[in-house]
């Protein structure tokens, strides 16, 4: 089973900074990583996929990196609706494993 | 609208059994990978089982020979029967929807059945 670790756990920043998520690989999945964003009491949603790729109506100031084992989410200008759990997650074998979360705090 | 209807989440007893549904309607719900995936309160989410449209299932070891995943696309619905449960299992389940194009991108999710496995 891939392991995916996120970091750091939680990032406390401010609006208007920017913000830098980090997901490593134990093994390479190649660009099958995926990016989610949850709010409390809501299901994950699709941001990023394919490591690089914005899904459909994701702003264009969230932004994600790399390839193999070592990922980034980058969301160059935060605005207060950002601050969430953000999710890694690898979909180049299966079982499709996730990270543990970075929580993004005022 | 997309939208993804999960029931069947409750209160079972250690070595019970229980069964999810899941109904989904605003698609054309037979041309796409439907997955089941759940998250214990305040912790991470973990992959249950996936059904393709070929009807091909996948499991993760911890619920192999005690979840099955199954699909009836006449009535648009997804089904996880969960047998063996353990305390463990204690989680929200969600019904996911796979990108059509994507295998293993959930691009759509239901709003969650919480099932909790006590005595």
């Known amino acids: 089973e891939i392991v995916l670790t996120q970091s750091p756990a939680t990032l406390s920043l401010s609006p208007g900074e920017r913000a830098t998520l980090s997901c490593r690989a134990n093994q390479s999945v190649s660009i099958y990583l995926v990016w989610y964003q949850q709010k409390p009491g809501q299901a994950p949603r699709l941001l990023i996929y394919d490591a690089s790729n914005r899904a459909t109506g994701i702003p264009a100031r969230f932004s994600g990196s790399g390839s193999g084992t070592d990922f980034t989410l980058t969301i160059s200008s935060l605005e207060p609706e950002d601050f969430a759990v953000y999710y890694c997650?690898?979909?180049?074998?299966?079982?499709?494993?996730f990270g543990q979360g970075t929580k993004l705090e005022i | 609208e997309v939208q993804l209807v999960e029931s069947g989440g409750g209160l079972v007893q250690p070595g019970g059994s229980l069964r999810l549904s899941c109904v989904a309607s605003g698609f054309t719900f037979g041309s796409y990978d439907m997955h089941w995936v759940r998250q214990v309160t305040g912790k991470g989410l973990e992959w249950v089982s996936a059904?393709?449209?070929?009807?091909?299932?996948y499991y993760p070891g911890s619920v192999k020979g005690r979840f099955t995943i199954s699909r009836e696309n006449a009535k648009n619905s997804l089904y996880l029967q969960m047998n063996s449960l353990r305390a463990g299992d204690t989680a929200v389940y969600y019904c996911a929807r796979a990108h059509t194009s994507l295998p293993g991108a959930i691009d759509c999710w239901g709003q969650g059945t919480l099932v909790t496995v006590s005595s």
């Open positions: 997650q690898q979909r180049s074998k299966w079982p499709y494993t």
């Open positions: 059904i393709g449209i070929t009807g091909d299932t």
